[in-house]
Every structure is written in C-alpha cells, then in structure tokens.
Nanobody
C-alpha cells in the first residue's frame, strides 16, 4: 500500500505562483521510482481533469491549458512529485489530486489540496 499526501495549496492572486508537493509513504523501498505520477484537478461542478504527468523515465505531458505555465518534476530520493504553477489564472482554481501507479495495473490517490486563484 502507498499513502500519498499533498501539500502546498492555498489562496493566490492571479499571476502568482504556487508549488504543490505530493509525498509517497510506503514500506516498499525503491518502488516510487517505477511509478507514473500524475496531477489532476477538479473544479466545483466539473469532472476531474488531467493536469500533468511524468513517467518513470521522466517523460512529461501537460494539458494544453497549463502548457508553458506549469512544470511537473519528481525526486525519487524523496519519494515526492512536485507541480510548479506559475502565472496562475482564476480558472486554475480547484482541488488538486496526486495520482501514482502503473497505468492499467494499479494506482493510488491522495486526498487533494485546494488551490484558489482570486483577487
């Protein structure tokens, strides 16, 4: 089993920045490095949407709406994935969830962290 804990959310003005972190807690050593890691978000009344993904070989993919503004990265030594969010817009508001696992095999979810972009 893997527990994912997100942090770093909060209230920020448009144009501001936040860095989200998602730490994995597991009894299995070195398992984090094989995971594909993904950030999703969900705004009120909307479906959960993919924001950014990083594979075990650090190949990244982004939603069109965040390209050029968000950066996903991973630190396997710390079992942590990050989402650097710059030039935030009100439409980036939502609960951000961390997902880790092997696609089509198994996955784990964090509890989410709230990001609010408002003046």
């Amino acid at each position: 089993q893997v527990q994912l804990v997100e942090s770093g959310g909060g209230l920020v003005q448009p144009g501001g920045s936040l860095r989200l972190s998602c730490a994995a807690f597991t009894a299995s050593r070195n398992i984090f490095s094989i995971y594909t890691l993904t950030w999703y978000r969900q705004a009120p009344g909307n479906q959960r949407e993919l924001v950014a993904t990083i594979t075990s070989t650090s190949v990244t993919n982004y939603a069109d709406s965040v390209k050029g503004r968000f950066t996903i990265s991973r630190d396997n030594a710390k079992d942590t994935v990050y989402l650097q969010m710059n030039n935030l817009k009100p439409e980036d508001t939502g609960v951000y969830f961390c997902n880790a696992g092997r696609p089509l095999q198994y996955e784990y979810w964090g509890q989410g962290t709230q990001v609010t972009v408002s003046s």
